[in-house]
Nanobody, 120 residues
């Protein structure tokens, strides 16, 4: 079994910062691309950021310059540092990872989601 467990969400004032973490566990042979998406109330899920196994990164225009994605391969963990948060960043944030188990092909796994609320 493979699990992705997110943490670090919460309530923050506009202009504040949060750091999300997402740790993968289980029978993992290797991890490729990792990333974050979010879904605001009443809206479709939106891609936010991605990082390759070689640490190349990409960001949605809406978060570029404010969010930073990183990873710690030794800990099978991906992070999302969020600065200058705005009320429109309020959403449930989901991490994803392309994971190859010891006995199969690479599959995309998703975390359960963590709530981020930006409000004064």
């Amino acid at each position: 079994q493979v699990q992705l467990v997110e943490s670090g969400g919460g309530l923050v004032q506009p202009g504040g910062s949060l750091r999300l973490s997402c740790a993968a566990s289980g029978s993992i042979f290797s991890i490729g691309d990792m990333g974050w998406s979010r879904q605001a109330p009443g809206k479709q899920r939106e891609w936010v950021a991605a990082i390759t196994s070689g640490d190349s990164t990409n960001y949605a225009d809406s978060v570029k310059g404010r969010f930073t994605i990183s990873r710690d391969n030794a800990k099978n963990t991906v992070y999302l540092q969020m600065n200058s948060l705005k009320p429109e960043d309020t959403a449930v944030f989901y991490c994803n990872a392309d994971i190859r188990r010891y006995n199969g092909p690479a599959l995309r796994y998703w975390g359960q989601g963590t709530q981020v609320t930006v409000s004064s």
